[in-house]
């Protein structure tokens, strides 16, 4: 006699409820301790690739006798009539490795893996209305600088920003700069007619060298951003609006954020941009944590 089959026992509805809803609550554990363990390592990028940059400049400060390099010079004068760029040139000599130049379309080559491109940035390039940005937190400072000095082909895609301050004008003008209370690292020579920065650049008043550098340590030499001067754009929150506050969590009302900082000494360090947007819109505002940070060199005293 041919025995009964044995019927399989099923899950019921119940039961099949019971495993999606376990599985539920696993993937709610986990989705943020996957969230954050992703932020970290775009925060570790992001500072790897500034330290990088930060040797590249002190070998070519080394390899020049001390001299800073312009953080941008506009093309038009003699000495640089085509214009200069520091990412375009670090990468030219060789003190960085990074893509340059277009693709087929005239577009900025945007690679992931090259030093100058912040994994939390976005790929848009920063166009006419860069300089507008209200706050660190502003969708602009997630942009990346192109600038095609002395050729498209030399160009760097860059989301990262030197710690520069604008000459223009004339070098006896109220424009000059720098004053005792914004005298930044870098200098970015914005010639507005001919033959200002070729003034600018052969004013010895106006050099830049690493013996203005007392302490390495505390100066800082570059930082999540991609504008190439400090400005207080009216309705902003003052020049802590140049800093790109892209990493971490929205603060301060969605102004604020985290931005990696690297010295001149080579070492790189994630701080809040809500210290600076609090102190107020005046130079002074990046002056809060001198002794520790130092933007502006008389700081350093």
């Known amino acids: 006699m041919r025995s009964r089959p044995r019927r399989r026992k099923a899950f019921t509805l119940v039961e099949l409820l019971v495993v ?19 932020d970290a390592a775009k925060i570790v990028k992001c500072a790897s690739n500034m330290r990088q940059i930060a040797l590249g400049m002190i070998g070519y400060t080394n390899d020049n006798r001390g001299k800073l390099p312009p953080s941008v010079v506009n093309p038009g004068d003699k000495i640089y009539p085509k214009g200069w760029c520091w990412a375009n040139e670090l990468v030219a000599g060789r003190y960085v490795p990074a893509p340059t130049g ?22 848009i390039p920063f166009g006419p209305n860069g300089f507008a940005a209200l706050s660190p937190r502003d969708a602009i400072n997630q942009q990346y600088m192109f600038l095609a000095y002395p ?5 760097v895609a860059s989301w990262y920003a030197l710690n520069s301050i604008t000459h223009e004008g004339t070098p006896n ?16 020579y914005n010639a507005k007619t001919a033959g200002e920065s070729d003034a600018f650049l052969k004013d010895g008043r106006f050099a830049r060298s690493m013996t203005l550098i007392r302490k390495p340590s505390q100066v800082v030499m570059a930082f999540d951003g991609n504008t190439y001067n400090w400005n207080n754009i009216p309705g902003s929150t003052g020049l802590s609006a140049r800093i790109s506050g892209r990493h971490g969590k929205a603060t301060n009302g969605t102004k604020d954020g985290m931005f990696n900082c690297a010295f001149f000494d080579g070492h790189v360090v994630l701080l809040s941009t809500e210290p600076y947007t609090r102190a107020g819109t005046g130079a002074n505002a990046l002056s809060i944590t001198k002794g520790d940070v130092v933007f502006w060199l008389h700081d350093q005293y």
Request: proline residues 6%.
């Open 20 to 38: 999606i809803g376990i599985i539920a609550v696993l993937i709610s554990i986990l989705l943020p301790t996957l969230s954050k363990a992703r």
């Open 102 to 123: 277009t693709d087929s379309a005239g577009n900025a080559l945007l690679l992931s893996d090259s030093v100058f491109r912040c994994p939390n940035g976005l790929d």
């Open 151 to 155: 050729t498209a082909n030399d160009g």
């Open 173 to 188: 003008g109220s424009a000059a700069m720098p004053g005792k209370s914004n005298d930044a690292p870098f200098a970015w």
